[in-house]
């Protein structure tokens, strides 16, 4: 069997963590298979304190407040199968946002003439109806190099 490992970047901060909660309740027996938040650091190796921070950094909120949410004790097996199913969790449905891909104009003038570019809000032409307001943003050369 495949040991689960964190993926890249995938994180619970900012999202509820009340479903590794119910996870956490519903499991009385501790997984055959821990997952890892490294490929070669099985969770068996991380201390009481090493769980919590790790916990903590993975998830945004104290593992105690997870822990009373479950009915456990805070004890080092229970503290250490919240982070497994918090790795879980993480993996299912952490996924980092997208990223608007950065488009390199080269030869399209300096940084500064770029940054300009795309400071200016759009105007829209006489006499139509369309709202402009200071979320639209053109750039001049991106819409060159489409051409």
Partial sequence: MAVPVL????????????????????????????????????????????????????VGCPVADVLSAATKEDTHANVRMALHFAIMEANTRGQPKAQVPVIDLVGQGSNKEKTADLERVATPPPGSSRKT???????????????
């Fill in 7 to 58: 993926k890249a970047r995938h994180s619970l901060v900012g999202k509820n963590p009340f479903p590794v909660a119910n996870l956490l309740r519903g499991a009385d027996t501790q997984p055959v298979v821990l997952a890892r938040l490294k490929k070669e650091h099985p969770l068996e190796r991380y201390t009481h304190d090493q769980c919590r921070q790790e916990f903590e950094g993975l």
């Fill in 133 to 147: 307001g200071e979320d639209q943003v053109v750039s001049s050369n991106f819409f060159s190099v489409l051409i």
